[in-house]
């Protein structure tokens, strides 16, 4: 079964620091792109960043750019966003999904930027 | 970034009735490989969003066949022919042709 598990979330100061992971199954992770999408509370979906299969492409939209890393291990199968001086409006659920098209999602992690 | 405008946003709508949401995109979404990437999402309350069609018109694997996709260019559309108590929820479009990524707003379903 193909399947995404995020993890790392949590609530963190304005300012500060999260690294989410995300762990890939039932798949050959490294023959695909991943891409990170998020949800802010009560509100829709927002592209963040994605990467290309082997790591040497990397994108993001423009709110994170020089904040956000996103990076994979394909040894381990194992996506990450690494977040710096995360502000409120980074509040959200983070998915990492499948593709650009994004046709696999996990479940999300819940990130809370709040003093 | 393409712009992605759905109406209706609040769609309530009588089981064993069909419903329909539109898509617009601010320019048109044929990729230069002569495929357009426009992809329907449902998210159920509480669920992570589940792709419901890829590439306008193409099911899932294991989306009932209720569920169809339609357009080209800059109008798309997803009908439900029979609504079901089990498909309440936001259906968002999307766009994948271009970088980033963007959704429409989402429309709510819900049941009258």
């Known amino acids: 079964e193909v399947q995404l598990v995020e993890s790392g979330g949590g609530l963190v100061q304005p300012g500060g620091s999260l690294r989410l992971s995300c762990a890939a199954s039932g798949f050959t992770f490294s023959t695909y792109w991943m891409t990170w999408v998020r949800q802010a509370p009560g509100k829709g979906l927002e592209w963040v960043a994605n990467?290309?299969?082997?790591?040497?492409?990397?994108y993001y939209v423009d709110s994170v750019k020089g904040r956000f890393t996103i990076n994979r291990d394909n040894a381990k199968n194992s996506l990450s966003l690494q977040m710096n001086s995360l502000r409120a409006e980074d509040t959200a659920v983070y998915y990492c999904a499948r593709r650009n098209d994004t046709d696999v999602w996990g479940q999300g992690t819940t990130v809370t930027v709040s003093s | 970034d393409v712009v992605m405008t759905q109406s209706p946003l609040s769609l309530p709508v009588t089981l064993g009735q069909a419903a329909s949401i539109s898509c617009r995109s601010s320019?048109?979404?044929?990729?230069?490989?002569?495929?357009?990437?426009l992809n329907w999402f449902q998210q159920r309350p509480g669920q992570s969003p589940r792709r419901l069609i890829y590439?306008?018109?193409n099911r899932d694997s294991g989306v009932p066949d209720r569920f169809s996709g339609s357009g080209s260019g800059t109008d798309f559309t997803l009908k439900i022919s029979r609504v079901e108590a089990e498909d309440v929820g936001v259906y968002y479009c999307m766009q994948a042709t271009y970088w980033p990524g963007t959704f429409g707003q989402g429309t709510k379903v819900e049941i009258k």
């Open positions: 990467i290309n299969q082997d790591g040497s492409e990397k």
């Open positions: 590439k306008v018109s």
């Open positions: 320019q048109s979404l044929v990729y230069s490989d002569g495929n357009t990437y």
